[in-house]
């Protein structure tokens, strides 16, 4: 990627941050990270483990992609051309601004294609980038799945809980059957000749499609690739990628922790789960500002959890969320060594 392609992504991402930051409640930020204590800190590490995971989950689709590869050039080895940490760093600050893009991929996933793209070439880097954004989506509707069952086996269902719990898995399973029709046959070809018959956009991408099919064609050919050759990576990495969503229930865990020292685990992983289900539905907002907030009252208080607990820690969780969008910003000028 060029310095002013980072430059850009850097300038306009701190630029949202700095609206964010502004916007918190400084006196009511500082009080719940002096309420937390070092709880904070553990919460901060978790997520530079989570973010591990899922460079793990990219890199297995890199490396599924570099061996599917007939092309014997070592310089199209993507595996040989940078290192796990560098794609770390990467992962780090496309999540940055995926976290604070409106639409969410309308950040991240175009910066991770321009910064692999020297290294592979635009068409494996959008593949792979496109592999691991329906990965992580993918795990995500596995876990609101799960979640709902989860639900169903610990709490007493009434009408209304068991028609929402119905509804949560109509969805989820739906989902989960288109995303495995875009494993096997592709999906980018699919979405273009979409967007081709809706009135604003069809102006864009008529041409697009018209003068890009091959390339296109070849991208979806090599996302179907991963399903039809290597389904063993296929579950390796969304496997990867549930274990990330179950395991970033802790952040929850430690927080309460705090408050209710007796807390259980199970009730934080529903707490995420349909927080996260009800803030990705406001995914046009950046950081899910307020969607996310809502999501933790209306899942923490149906558990018998207070509305001030909530609050507090939908605010702790807050604050990670700009620690990290900060970190992953910043190091995207960071020089890390790219060569294994």
Same mark, same amino acid.
């Given at each position: 990627?060029?310095?002013?392609s =980072?430059n850009?992504?850097?300038?306009f991402?701190?630029?949202v941050l ?5 916007n918190l409640?400084?006196?009511e930020?500082?009080r719940?990270? =002096?309420?937390?204590g070092?709880?904070?800190l553990a919460?901060?590490a ?6 591990m995971?899922? &460079?793990?989950?990219w890199?297995l689709?890199l490396k599924?992609?570099?061996n599917?590869?007939?092309d014997?050039d070592?310089?199209?080895n993507?595996?040989?051309?940078f ?5 770390y760093?990467v992962t ?7 976290y604070?893009t409106?639409?969410?991929l309308m950040?991240?996933?175009?910066y991770?294609?321009?910064?692999l793209?020297?290294y592979i070439g635009t ?5 792979s980038v496109?592999l691991?954004a329906l &990965?992580?989506?993918f795990?995500?509707?596995?876990f ?6 989860l639900?169903?086996a610990?709490?007493p269902l ?5 028609s ?11 989902g989960i ?9 592709g999906?980018?070809?699919k979405?273009?000749q979409?967007?081709?018959?809706i ?11 018209e003068k890009h099919?091959?390339k ?6 090599q996302i179907?690739?991963l399903h039809q050759?290597?389904?063993?990576t296929l579950v390796?990495v969304?496997?990867?990628?549930l274990l ?8 929850i865990?430690?927080?309460?922790l705090?408050?209710?020292p007796?807390?259980n685990?199970?009730h ?10 009800f803030?990705?539905m406001l995914?046009?907002m950046?950081l =899910? ?12 208080t149906?558990?018998?959890i ?15 969320e700009?620690?990290w969008t ?7 000028k960071l ?6």
């Amino acid at each position: 990627m060029t310095k002013k392609s =980072q430059n850009l992504f850097l300038i306009f991402g701190i630029v949202v941050l700095v609206i964010m930051v502004f916007n918190l409640d400084f006196a009511e930020a500082l009080r719940g990270l =002096q309420h937390t204590g070092y709880w904070f800190l553990a919460v901060i590490a978790l997520w530079a483990v989570l973010y591990m995971m899922n &460079t793990l989950s990219w890199w297995l689709i890199l490396k599924h992609l570099d061996n599917n590869d007939g092309d014997d050039d070592e310089s199209n080895n993507a595996t040989h051309n940078f290192s796990f940490w560098w794609l770390y760093k990467v992962t780090i600050s496309g999540f940055a601004l995926n976290y604070a893009t409106p639409g969410g991929l309308m950040g991240g996933e175009p910066y991770r294609i321009m910064e692999l793209s020297p290294y592979i070439g635009t068409e494996k880097a959008s593949s792979s980038v496109i592999l691991f954004a329906l &990965t992580h989506i993918f795990s995500h509707l596995w876990f609101w799945l799960l979640s709902a069952l989860l639900y169903a086996a610990l709490f007493p269902l009434n009408i209304l809980t068991g028609s929402m719990l119905l509804a949560v898995t109509v969805f989820c399973a739906g989902g989960i059957w288109l995303f495995i029709a875009a494993y096997k046959h592709g999906m980018t070809v699919k979405v273009m000749q979409i967007l081709d018959h809706i009135p604003l956009l069809k102006r864009w991408a008529h041409p697009f499609l018209e003068k890009h099919s091959e390339k296109l064609c070849e991208i979806d050919k090599q996302i179907s690739s991963l399903h039809q050759k290597s389904k063993s990576t296929l579950v390796a990495v969304v496997s990867i990628e549930l274990l990330c969503r179950i395991c970033s229930a802790l952040e929850i865990f430690f927080i309460l922790l705090v408050i209710m020292p007796r807390m259980n685990f199970l009730h934080c992983i529903l707490i995420l789960a349909f927080t996260s289900l009800f803030a990705n539905m406001l995914f046009f907002m950046p950081l =899910q500002l307020g969607g996310r907030e809502g999501g933790f009252l209306m899942s923490a208080t149906s558990m018998g959890i207070t509305a001030s607990t909530s609050i507090f820690l939908a605010l702790i969780v807050r604050l990670r969320e700009l620690v990290w969008t900060g970190i992953g910003l910043l190091i995207i000028k960071l020089k890390v060594k790219d060569k294994c």
